[in-house]
T-cell receptor, first 110, second 113 residues
């Protein structure tokens, strides 16, 4: 079993829909990252969470440390949100070490 | 501020050769970490350097090595290349601290033939 599990693996939505991507992890962590990767490879960090909830524009990320679970929500999805979304956890503390989920491929159709 | 710069962007090497990839972090960032991304395994942690010291290492063979210079620029080296080393290699830089945001470079796509 992977230390970081994401669901779903693939997600297709219509423009305007509310999107949720889930991430569960089995190790102790000091922080969880949500990353976005577009075709071509570049990765952008969307959020880093160690507790609670963060919001940036139409994106919201939450984390429940007790349940070892995080969610990424996209409100009013748009075709430009189409990308791979990756959950990663820092399980190394100050000896930084990211462990990644397999990613969720999101396609938003106009 | 300039972002994280990786060079070269694309590289084709032959089995058995060695390769060196470079990563220039954001100015002021002393932590540089390296990752391998393949279709089968996804993203995997290679190692992290901080102030010229390797602080953590992933589960990769000794053919994979790295170093960091006093200006925080980092290189990773893969010796005796195998076909399975074909991948996108990404580096990320961070500011000091346990939980600071990671900024990724565009990656180097290595093809081993």
């Amino acid at each position: 079993k992977n230390e970081v599990e994401q669901s779903p693996q693939n997600l297709t939505a219509q423009e305007g829909e509310f999107i949720t991507i889930n991430c569960s992890y089995s190790v102790g962590i000091s922080a969880l990252h949500w990353l976005q990767q577009h075709p071509g490879g570049g990765i952008v960090s969307l959020f880093m969470l160690s507790s609670g909830k963060k919001k940036h524009g139409r994106l919201i990320a939450t984390i429940n440390i007790q349940e070892k679970h995080s969610s990424l929500h996209i409100t009013a999805s748009h075709p430009r949100d189409s990308a791979v979304y990756i959950c990663a956890v820092n399980s190394g503390g100050s000896n930084y070490k990211l462990t990644f989920g397999k990613g969720t491929l999101l396609t938003v159709n106009p | 501020k300039a972002g994280v710069t990786q060079t070269p962007r694309y590289l084709i090497k032959t089995r058995g050769q060695q390769v060196t990839l470079s990563c220039s972090p954001i100015s002021g960032h002393r932590s540089v970490s390296w990752y391998q991304q393949t279709p089968g395994q996804g993203l995997q942690f290679l190692f992290e350097y901080f102030s010229e010291t390797q602080r953590n290492k992933g589960n990769f063979p000794g053919r994979f090595s790295g170093r960091q210079f006093s200006n925080s620029r980092s290189e990773m080296n893969v010796s005796t290349l195998e076909l399975g080393d074909s991948a996108l290699y990404l580096c990320a830089s961070r500011d000091d601290g346990v939980n600071t945001e990671a900024f990724f470079g565009q990656g180097t796509r290595l093809t081993v033939v």
